[in-house]
């Protein structure tokens, strides 16, 4: 629930925004293993249904939009997901083919590499 994660991590620590029956909360520079990442976690009506997260080798995030390359984002986040779940296919990317995405289907949910196309944008996302 979005009070226990409040309360784990304290609020201070994280940034709730709502709006309806909707809910985002997230957290910035959590640190896993070697990793460290900006985790957006989303809520309807208190019920999580995905997150996004976005996985960096390096403490801080120093990346602005003037340095902001979407084939070097889209790359990292691939070849960091195909590590993670041991994935050898090689996966290419067609941008020419809207709703295209690198993902995996599985019983509890699905995890994947999203593009944004209205955002032009890529985000490693985990729905249930």
């Known amino acids: 629930t979005i009070s226990a994660l409040q309360t784990y991590f304290s609020k201070e620590r994280l940034k709730l925004t709502t709006r309806n029956e909707y809910a985002n909360l997230s957290i910035y520079d959590l640190k896993i293993k070697d990793w460290y990442f900006i985790i957006v976690l989303y809520f309807k009506n208190e019920k999580l249904t995905h997150l996004n997260f976005y ?22 986040y ?6 993670q779940i041991g994935d050898k296919s090689q996966f290419k990317w067609d941008m020419n083919q809207a709703g295209r995405h690198y993902s995996f289907s599985y019983t509890w949910g699905a995890v994947g590499v999203y593009y944004d196309f209205k955002g032009g944008t890529f985000n490693c996302i985990m729905s249930f």
């Not at 403490?59 to 790359?75: H, M, V």
């Not at 691939?78 to 590590?83: H, N």
């Open 55 to 76: 996985p960096r080798d390096e403490e801080k995030n120093t990346s602005t939009w003037d340095n902001f390359d979407p084939i070097k984002e889209r790359e990292y």
């Open 78 to 83: 691939t070849q960091w997901m195909a590590a």
